[in-house]
């Protein structure tokens, strides 16, 4: 037996644990019409030049990683061909999600920091099906923007309430 819990420990430890990387599936607006430059670094050379295939309705989704101040770092991946690109996207207004609160009279509350117990920053009464810009990640959270009413509207929203799919709703 002890042999066995021997074994067992010899290959823990010569096997590495891989813990995924928090990750936050993004989309790129569906009426964005320009080129993505992907960068092999911030503010580096240019990889790759995507952009939204509007013809056969294949839209992207980038899977961001990592960040700094003016980048995301991840995966942009059309939905239906699942031809894919990784590298630095320049953080835009074209790069954002969609809010879940469907059910009528179901606030929004978007918080000052990324987690629930935080104060509300900003809330938003009702559904809006706009695309909500996001400027920032952390484990799943998104910091978002979108105006709203004519009042601009920025806060972290909870991973609950995001969906990132550009054919239809995450109900």
């Known amino acids: 037996m002890n042999q066995f819990f021997a074994f067992v420990l010899l290959i823990v430890s010569v096997i590495p644990l891989r813990v995924p990387e928090p990750s ?3 989309l790129i607006d569906s009426e ?3 080129n993505i430059a992907v960068y092999d670094q911030p503010s580096g050379k240019v990889i790759a030049t995507v952009k939204q295939n509007f013809e056969e309705g294949d839209f992207m989704v980038l899977t ?3 960040q700094n101040t003016d980048f995301l770092y991840g995966t942009l991946e059309y939905s239906i061909s699942g031809k894919q690109v990784k ?3 320049k953080k835009d207004k074209f790069i954002g999600i969609y809010a879940r609160n469907y059910e009528a009279g179901k606030q929004l509350s978007l918080y000052a920091e990324p987690r ?17 810009q996001v400027t920032s990640i952390n ?3 998104a ?16 991973p609950d309430m995001q969906c990132a799919n550009v054919y239809t709703s995450c109900n």
């Open 64 to 66: 961001a990683t990592k």
């Open 143 to 158: 910091y978002v923007k979108v105006e709203f009413k004519g009042k601009i509207k920025q806060g972290w929203l909870a």
């Open 24 to 26: 936050n599936e993004l």
């Open 139 to 141: 484990k799943g959270w």
């Open 116 to 132: 629930k117990s935080s104060k509300i920053s900003s809330t938003i009464q009702e559904y809006d099906n706009r695309l909500f």
């Open 32 to 34: 964005y019409k320009g």
């Open 87 to 89: 590298g630095w996207i």
